[in-house]
């Protein structure tokens, strides 16, 4: 079978998260293996303060962003001017998850990748993992990356050649629409 790619994409809160999850259950009923991961907005008062990964083969749940005020100890990483810290034991959780993911790809399995953002363009957070699954994707699979609009490009050119990439908006109503003939 003919290696897959998979991109949703629109701004912050638009669902992209819910539609992966929603994507991973649809791909179990159908067969599928999913692997990988999906980041869970934290939020208190109606405001994001961080993000938490979890695994999508076995449900486990860890840091990987807060907000700097929030966020105590030697784990937490802040970057530039950005208003939140990062995990690094977090990422490094979540690069070994999606590295495992890409050993382990086959055409039954769907691994995730959630989400590709601006630390990834500086080739931080889950950049390594991406690229391991993406070179994976050579040989065959199906691999699923969530981004905002503006990083569409960035995932493309990650993307080998041979695959077949689709590119959904998460809020559009046509969503699954799109992908009636993903799974097959």
């Avoid at 405001?47 to 105590?72: C, I, N, Q, R």
């Avoid at 382990?104 to 957070?125: N, P, R, S």
Wanted: net charge negative; glycine share 10%.
């Amino acid at each position: 079978m003919k290696p897959r790619a998979l991109i949703i994409h629109g701004p912050i809160g638009c669902g992209k998260t819910q539609r992966a999850l929603e994507l991973a259950e649809r791909a179990r009923q159908s067969g599928y293996r999913v692997l990988g991961l999906v980041s869970i907005r934290v939020t208190d008062g109606g405001e994001t303060t961080g993000y938490t990964g979890m695994d999508l083969a076995s449900g486990a749940m860890f840091p990987l962003v807060k907000l700097s005020s929030l966020a105590e100890g030697e784990d937490w990483r802040k970057l530039g001017k950005w208003k939140y810290s990062f995990s690094e034991t977090g990422f490094e959780r979540a690069n070994t998850i999606l590295e495992d993911a890409a050993e382990a790809l086959d055409d039954e399995t769907i691994v995730v990748a959630d989400e590709y953002g601006h630390i990834e363009l500086l080739g931080m957070g889950i950049y390594r993992g991406v690229t391991r699954v993406a070179e994976a994707l050579r040989r065959c699979g199906c691999l699923v990356v969530l981004c905002r609009t503006e990083k569409v490009d960035a995932v493309i050119d990650l993307l080998p050649r041979e695959a077949s990439v689709v590119v959904a908006e998460a809020d559009k109503p046509d969503f699954w629409r799109s992908l009636r003939d993903w799974f097959n």
